[in-house]
């Protein structure tokens, strides 16, 4: 069955990755573990580590300015941010509305906080996705996320930080250029319990081997089927795919069981790289494609957050994203731009030591 | 700082703004009543360029209140790119690399939190130019 094709444009992207890194066999030193076996089990080489001054919500302003950049739009033009993340530094006050203040945003806006583990980020584009098409107006949608992991448990061995955003728009302003469309989307929930925090608790707990099939597997693979089949394309039709990749194993085990080629996870795939940077990650992985695409270019995205639950996305890119990818900083550039953690450092950094 | 007080500065602290002196044209970073060159009362509010060169700094060992984990840190002297000179905490940058750098734009960072109530004020600081 052939959905109607939603047609709202990418007018912007813009990611945001601290400079800060550790290494995975850092973080085997302190704790006397076998690094080899660890970056084999997990597939991560080193993990992003904000900076002491750090959290989810500078990360999303910096990515919302280098997206509003790449946008070429007045800040005035938004009427709608929606921020998803599982790491707010409020539990009660949102980020979006600080990310409005500091992008010079109009307050005639709708606006919140959303969260689903990984998948708020694409939970927001969603949302604001379907704002712009009904208001024909334009909405920024953010993943961010400074993500904590218990010392020694297997999360503090993937958990990253870093955020991406995007602007969108039904039509495109006087003065902008279109990126990329985006054409249809598709959600696949159920109630799965992978991964949880619970209110006031530091730290979150999960399933250890429950999130493989029951979870991950299952939600992306129903939800990128399930957008295929609803717009009738093949996985042969994309030139490029990215899956939340929440280690670097995860998400070619998908690509294969759905019938993907590695070479189309080539600029999507920064997992082994960055770790996991929760709301942000598939979406980084967009902004990385969208920083390499040509136009008229297929891309297919497919999130997954724990609880559980993905976001499919079909979308096509077009002559702006080539000029408007040299606007702000790339995620390579950003993933380059590096210095190293010891543990200790790291432990200072991620608010582990309390003085 | 109080809530109200954090509020009242926020947009000179997020998107660092000054003042323009409509007749001369002479910029300042603190808000002013009358024009220092030309006595002009004429002042309106408009963004500072958000980058500069360092023309100075200090590696900070004894911290101010709320900076102890921060120790050592880097305030900084910045020439705005209009000639403006304003005074901001230089980050991702470690004092043995401070010396050679001097290129420097705005970032958004935590300036501090409520030790009582947790608030965090947020606005700008500066880093090396990537
Ligand atoms: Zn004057």
Redesign the interface.
């Known amino acids: 069955m052939m959905t109607k094709k939603l047609e709202v444009n990418i007018l912007g992207w813009g990611a945001y990755i601290p400079i800060y890194r550790i290494k995975i066999d850092e973080i085997c030193l302190e704790w006397g573990e076998d690094p080899s076996r660890w970056r084999k089990s997990l597939g991560l080489n080193e993990i992003s580590v904000p900076a002491l001054d750090e959290d989810s919500t500078t990360f999303a302003v910096e990515a919302a300015r280098s997206a509003v950049k790449r946008a070429q739009i007045s800040p005035n033009l938004i009427t709608a941010i929606y921020v998803g993340t599982e790491s707010k530094p409020y539990a009660v006050k949102p980020t979006a509305t600080i990310v409005a203040a500091a992008i010079n945003a109009s307050a005639r806006l709708s606006s919140a906080d959303l969260e689903f583990a990984c998948k708020a980020g694409t939970e927001a584009m969603r949302i604001c996705i379907d704002h712009s098409l009904v208001n024909k107006t334009v909405s920024l949608a953010i993943g961010a996320d400074s993500a904590q992991g218990k010392p020694r448990d297997a999360l503090e061995y993937s958990a990253g930080a870093g955020a991406v955003a995007f602007i969108f728009s039904k039509g495109v302003p006087k003065h902008a250029e279109s990126a990329a469309m985006v054409l249809h989307h598709f959600s696949y929930v159920t109630d799965t319990p992978d991964f949880w925090r619970c209110n006031g608790r530091k730290y979150p707990s999960h399933a250890e081997r429950f999130t493989g099939a029951p979870a991950y597997f299952k939600h992306t693979i129903n939800a990128a089927k399930g957008l295929m089949e609803e717009v009738g394309t093949r996985p042969s039709d994309y030139d490029h795919v990215v899956f939340h990749q929440p280690n670097g194993k995860f998400p070619l085990k998908a690509a294969k069981i759905l019938g993907f080629d590695i070479k189309q996870l080539k600029y999507g795939f920064l997992a082994d790289k960055i770790g996991n940077t929760y709301a942000a990650n598939a979406m980084i992985g967009l902004a990385s494609i969208l920083d390499n695409a040509n136009p008229g270019e297929k891309i297919l995205m497919v999130s997954y957050g724990s609880g559980a639950g993905s976001d499919a996305f079909d979308m096509m890119t077009r002559e702006g994203v080539q000029v408007k990818r040299e606007l702000a900083p790339k995620v390579l550039d950003l993933i380059s731009k590096k210095k190293y953690l010891t543990y200790g450092l790291y432990a200072k950094h991620k608010g582990k030591l309390i003085m | 700082m109080s809530a109200p007080e954090i509020w009242r500065n926020?947009?000179q602290r997020?998107?660092l703004t000054g003042y323009r002196c409509k007749k001369c044209g002479k910029t300042f970073f603190t808000k002013r009543i009358v024009c220092r060159k030309c006595k002009s009362k004429d002042l309106e509010e408009v963004l500072l360029p958000w980058e500069g060169a360092i023309e100075t700094y200090t590696v900070v060992r004894s911290p101010i209140d709320g900076y102890?984990?921060?120790v050592p840190y880097i305030i900084g002297l910045i020439k705005l790119k209009n000639g403006v000179r304003i005074l901001s905490e230089i980050?991702?940058c470690?004092p043995t690399e401070i010396e050679k750098t001097k290129e420097v734009e705005l970032?958004?960072?935590?300036?501090s939190k409520d030790k009582e109530k947790?608030l965090?004020t947020?606005g700008f600081?500066f880093r090396p130019k990537?």
């Open positions: 926020a947009k997020y998107n102890e984990t921060k980050v991702d470690e970032v958004f960072r935590v300036l947790g965090i947020y600081k990537t």
